[in-house]
């Protein structure tokens, strides 16, 4: 069974940065998008950033122009660049990874990384 790994989160202060990467334990063929989400507390999950595998990006509004989302195909790993931290970014960061294959998607999921934004 492949798992991803996460790694990176931590506690920032507001305005800081922070990086978190993402990369399967094993193999896994024919990836299509990678993208991460979060969720906070008491909230739903939602889309933070997705990178297609023709590079297209796409990022929820309350973090453009602060967070960017790369890949590296040869590595199989996804990155989430995080600068101007705010407090309301605090949530649990899980990593996806589509696979496209024979008409089917499949979906792999981190087990998520705290990030924490406070004074």
């Known amino acids: 069974q492949v798992q991803l790994v996460e790694s990176g989160g931590g506690l920032v202060q507001p305005g800081g940065s922070l990086r978190l990467s993402c990369a399967p334990s094993?193999?896994?063929?024919?990836?299509?998008?990678m993208g991460w989400y979060r969720q906070a507390p008491g909230k739903q999950r939602e889309l933070v950033g997705v990178?297609?595998?023709?590079?297209?990006?796409n990022y929820a509004d309350s973090v453009k122009g602060r967070f960017t989302i790369s890949r590296d195909n040869a590595k199989k790993t996804v990155y989430l660049q995080m600068n101007s931290l705010k407090p309301e970014d605090t949530a649990v960061y899980y990593c996806?990874?589509?696979?496209?294959?024979?008409?089917?998607?499949?979906?792999?999921w981190g087990q998520g990384t705290q990030v924490t934004v406070s004074s």
């Open positions: 094993g193999k896994i063929a024919s990836i299509n998008a």
């Open positions: 996806n990874l589509r696979t496209y294959n024979s008409g089917s998607y499949l979906d792999y």
């Open positions: 990178v297609g595998s023709d590079a297209y990006t």
